[in-house]
């Protein structure tokens, strides 16, 4: 079981930025292309550090995309940088023939996702791009829970041969895992073990879980909060073992409840264990304008739905 | 150096090698494929310094990419036909369990692919990365793409533009397949291109003419684009093509852009044609 104490708030795209900095002096050929927005995404520091592995995109996203593909052969690890709905939606195409079809070893880093993008609004805030990526064959997606876990995935693919999709946020959250952890694509983190429910968690929903979790705990109840960060590949043995001992589960994730991590846990839990199951998602809704913390309350995604859906499966 | 007339002979049995791939499968792409059959040739046997022992990474290679995908049975043919694989393997195009699918991809392991192409526009930038990562990496040669000119009706394909520019990606030929046709009709008629001289120079590309039918002067003007490399613009060639060219009827028309011939049709093609390097 992993230890987690809240330390501070922090973005998560800081740990992005801090981790790219970090994987570009590990590794000569990681190279960066933004979007024109290099502050949003953190990646002035990397910027600044290898101005010659710096490549500004302008604000031409499908572009990016194939140029990152391109970059690949001759054996540059590139990361694009932009918001996640330029990240997906924009470039799907792009995404599925120049990059995963064609298995190129391009890291799509993906800022200010879901609600917690704020004021900006609907527009922005995407709420699909978790089941657009999972479903390209070969893509790996990757969703982290804070600052800590965020910095650590980004160092973690840059040393993976392949695709993958990274996934973060706008807003500062608090931070709980440690710092220098070890990242291991494709595993769940066990924060905490019980007996009664599995909390499945993933991104800034993993915070509110464990916040659920203790006011369950004191109501008398066992809970198990697992932390996915890898939607896929899923870390099926690890969520099959904590339902075989549970029964119940609740998933939790700032997306569309359609195409969701919660979808691929039911997929693997109706073909292998069927169990009741609640999934704390965005329900077929777009957003809104507003703070994070209003958005979260409004749209169902924090503690006290958290802890409703809870109170729900273990009633089924 | 191959004469011009050993070129054309090689060409003359591209040209044989396409029409009977889309005839075996009743399906693909001849008209732009017959009127590329000199550039790919050209490319191939006189312009681009390459391994057949094929590298993904291709470095100290001159690259080629092919971003309408499309009009995959001319690249096949030439690449089979310069030793990337067997030619007997033609006989496996738009087949079930073949390295030659519809259109080109990486997936089956083709040697000669460096991308997945067939959505279009896409190839550019593509090409522009793998232009950008020879830069970085002191790698001199050059990297060559084609597109189809309806292509250019395609966004990206002006990103792309806009950004090679921009970057001084200099060691970057992109020609443009101009035969003024696609599937629904001249490019005129669906959706017309302009000037496209004016527009890719107005982006800041060196660009230059040349008669993608004639092998003497798709020779020349290769070359000539080679030597335009490394000036600080990325070039762009307008060639001009006939759809279906080297066959009488698939020509003056957007007609055969993606249909196969039937058996007759197929044997008035080839009698057109001279059998110079074996049928596969």
């Known amino acids: 079981m992993a230890k987690y104490e809240y330390t501070e708030m922090k973005d998560t795209r800081s740990g992005f930025g801090d981790g790219l900095l970090e994987a570009g002096k590990r590794n000569k050929d990681v190279v960066a292309l933004c979007a024109d927005l290099t502050g949003s995404l953190k990646m002035n520091a990397f910027k600044d550090a290898f101005p010659d592995r710096f490549i500004q995109a302008g604000i031409a996203e499908a572009n990016m995309m194939g140029v990152a593909a391109g970059l690949t052969i001759g054996g540059k690890i590139p990361f694009t940088g932009t918001f996640a709905n330029f990240s997906t939606g924009r470039v799907y195409d792009q995404i599925r023939q120049s990059i995963a079809y064609s298995g190129k070893n391009v890291k799509i880093a993906a800022s200010h996702a879901g609600l917690t993008l704020g004021e900006d609004g609907a527009t922005h805030q995407i709420l699909e791009d978790i089941g657009l990526m999972k479903m390209l064959p070969g893509m790996v997606v990757i969703n982290p829970c804070d600052y800590e876990q965020t910095k650590a995935a980004t160092i973690a693919i840059a040393e993976f041969d392949g695709p993958v999709y990274l996934r973060f946020g706008r ?54 909060v697992i932390n996915i960060h890898t939607i896929k590949p899923l870390d099926n043995d690890a ?16 997306h569309q409840m359609n195409g969701g991590l919660g979808d691929s846990v039911a997929q693997l839990l109706a073909r292998n264990n069927p169990k009741p199951i609640e999934f704390v998602a965005v329900d077929d809704s777009f957003g809104e304008s507003g703070k994070p913390e209003e958005l979260f309350e409004k749209y169902g995604l924090g503690k006290s739905s958290i802890v409703a859906a809870v109170k729900r499966v273990v009633k089924r | 150096m191959a004469t011009i007339q050993e070129l054309e002979n090689t ?14 499968v009743n399906s693909g792409h001849p008209g732009g494929s017959l009127g590329c059959a000199d550039y790919f040739t050209a490319l191939y046997s006189e312009i681009m310094d390459y391994s057949t022992d094929f590298k993904m990474d291709g470095t100290n290679e001159d690259l080629c990419f092919l971003s309408n995908g499309h009009i995959s049975p001319v690249w096949y043919s030439v690449l089979a ?7 007997s393997e033609l006989s496996t ?12 991809t990486t ?36 990297v060559y793409c084609l597109h189809g000119d309806g292509e250019l009706q395609e966004g990206q394909i002006w990103e792309a533009a806009m950004f090679a520019a921009h970057n001084k990606v200099d060691n970057l030929i992109c020609t443009i397949d101009y035969n003024q046709r696609q599937i629904d009709g001249d490019t005129d008629d669906v959706l017309s291109l302009g000037n496209l001289r004016a527009k890719f120079e107005a982006f800041g590309w060196d ?22 490399t490394g000036n600080g613009k990325p070039i762009c060639i307008l060639m001009t093509t006939e759809m279906g060219a080297g066959v009488d009827f698939m020509m003056g028309s957007h007609k055969w852009h993606g249909v196969a011939p039937n058996d007759e049709q197929l044997k008035d093609a080839l009698s057109q044609l001279t059998e110079t390097a074996g049928d596969y």
């Open chain 2, 207 to 228: 660009v230059m003419e040349m008669d993608g039918n004639n092998m003497e002067a798709t020779v020349n003007g290769l070359k000539e684009a080679k030597s335009k």
């Open chain 2, 93 to 104: 195009f738009r087949k079930i369990d073949s390295r030659l699918q519809g259109h080109p």
């Open chain 1, 239 to 254: 969520i099959l073992k904590s339902v075989a001992k549970t029964g119940r589960v609740v998933t939790a994730e700032e």
């Open chain 2, 11 to 24: 060409a003359s049995q591209v040209r044989r090698d396409i029409l009977r791939m889309v005839h075996a």
């Open chain 2, 107 to 142: 997936h089956e392991g083709l040697p000669g692919i460096r991308i997945a192409s067939g959505s279009l526009g896409q190839g550019m930038s593509a090409a522009i990365g793998a232009a950008m990562t020879k830069k970085m990496n002191g790698d001199t040669k050059t």
């Open chain 2, 81 to 87: 036909r310069s030793g990337f694989f067997p030619i």
């Open chain 1, 171 to 224: 807003p500062k959250w608090p931070v709980f895992t440690p710092p220098n952890q070890k990242f291991e694509i494709g595993k769940a983190v066990t924060f905490q073990e019980g007996n009664d429910v599995t909390i499945i968690a993933t991104g800034h929903c993993v915070w509110e879980s464990l916040k659920a979790a203790e006011e369950l705990e004191a109501g008398g109840l066992s809970v198990e």
